[in-house]
């Protein structure tokens, strides 16, 4: 049995929760493979809204295991507050997750120094969720992290307080002090001991070597699907750097975030949105900064599930969506939000840029600091409500125009269409 991959092709924000909710029925295990609690998987049903920041989607389904693999990073404090709201709804998670012993910790002094780092950026902003996530990964690089393995040994507080010894100096190199400084609206004392005693909560939670646990698992042909967070377009070596994550977003990143071989990767499949949506700052060659744009914005409900910052919108980039296929492999494609693009009378897509006086349709090394002049194509909007449709035979002619369009440029074909943001809201096809 081969583990099949879910990831997004843009910059994030592209449906991932509600598709992995709808596949789950399909697999025995759903495992996080890379980010943290920066992540934000919206999942509607019942007239419930649930939005997941390290918690994989298929934690609604009890007969699914989900592991939070050893590439995921792990904020208790956030992680213990994901678990009691989903415990408001009788969903109790001790009951089918696991979490890797190898997954990092963000400490509360790495959030301090993700917002002081930030801060020293002044114009120059990458648009950090300030969930600590940079300085976490970067601990990890450099062989200072401390992992959840490490909370039950007897040198972990040992090795905390020199580690948080280390961020304080480098804080207060900066100028910065604790004084004032909040987090999550806690005063940093505070928050390290909500932080303590969330370390304490989840000790429940069983721990596990999750790369040893999945192939395991694989070869007794239990069905794995790996759940990426963020989006292709911020991987830390091929998306807009350095306006990215601090993580491999990209297929590739299974093998290091699961400790899966690549020849036991199977399927990939691709999450995009009928349109491109961008938080922060960075390269964004389709953004629609009119009337057009903000009608995607608030027809889209476009803001961050994490942040609740709104979020920039833009037409379709079909060339940064072939570069994703290109280095993901993908297999199959999912396009989400079709129904946002219901008013349109016309929609436009971009096949290609203008740069240095040429036509191109890929992305060069530039596009991270030059500006790309998109080659839109105008097709006819379907100017209709798709929202109960559910069915392939019933989609207006040009939605399913636009989807062959979509399919021709990419060469992958597209699966499914989302058309509201329940799960059960999609066009088969």
């Given at each position: ?415 499914m269409v989302s058309v509201g943001p329940d799960r059960k809201a999609i066009i088969?096809?």
């Amino acid at each position: 049995m081969k583990a099949d991959v879910l990831l997004g092709l843009q910059w994030g924000d592209e449906g991932k929760g509600k598709i992995v909710d709808v596949l789950t029925p399909r697999y025995d295990i759903i495992a996080r493979f890379q980010g943290g609690p920066n992540a934000g998987h919206t999942i509607e049903f019942d007239n419930k809204k649930f939005v997941l920041h390290t918690i994989p989607s298929g934690i609604f389904n009890t007969g699914t295991i989900n592991i939070i693999g050893n590439g995921v990073i792990i904020d208790p404090f956030i992680l213990l507050r994901e678990i009691n709201k989903l415990k408001e709804s009788n969903i109790n998670v001790e009951n089918n997750m696991l979490i890797s012993k190898k997954a990092h910790l963000i400490l509360p002094t790495h959030r301090l120094l993700d917002a002081v780092y930030e801060n020293a950026k002044g114009k120059a902003k990458i648009g950090s969720t300030l969930k600590g996530i940079g300085p976490t990964y970067t601990d990890k690089t450099a062989r200072n992290g401390i992992r959840i393995g490490n909370t039950t040994r007897p040198d972990f507080l040992k090795n905390y307080r020199e580690l948080k010894g280390k961020h304080l100096q480098i804080v207060k190199s900066y100028g910065f002090d604790l004084g004032g400084f909040q987090l999550d609206g806690l005063d940093f004392k505070s928050y390290e001991e909500k932080w303590f005693s969330a370390i304490e909560s989840i000790g429940d939670i069983e721990k596990i070597d999750s790369e040893y646990f999945i192939n395991s698992s694989l070869n007794n042909n239990k069905s794995v699907l790996a759940e990426g967070a963020q989006g292709t377009m911020l991987d830390i070596d091929f998306g807009t750097y350095p306006y990215v994550t601090s993580s491999n977003t990209v297929a590739a990143g299974v093998c290091t975030g699961l400790g899966i071989a690549p020849n036991n990767v199977g399927e990939v499949f691709g999450i995009f949105k009928a349109y491109c949506t961008r938080v922060g700052s960075g390269p964004f060659f389709t953004e629609l900064e009119n009337e057009d744009g903000e009608k995607l914005r608030t027809e889209g409900k476009e803001f961050g599930s994490t942040t609740g910052r709104p979020r920039r919108c833009g037409w379709l980039d079909l060339a940064a969506l072939k570069y994703s296929v290109m280095l993901n492999g993908v297999t199959k494609m999912f396009m989400m939000k079709a129904d946002v693009m219901n008013g349109f009378s016309t929609i436009k897509a971009g096949t290609a840029y203008n740069f240095n006086g040429q036509k191109i349709d890929y992305i060069p090394f530039e596009a991270s600091y030059e500006n790309l002049e998109p080659v839109l194509e105008d097709m006819k909007g379907w100017k209709t409500n798709i929202n109960d449709i559910t069915k392939a035979e019933d989609m207006p002619a040009e939605l399913a125009a636009y989807v062959k369009f979509i399919e021709n440029e990419t060469g992958v074909p597209i699966e499914m269409v989302s058309v509201g943001p329940d799960r059960k809201a999609i066009i088969q096809l």
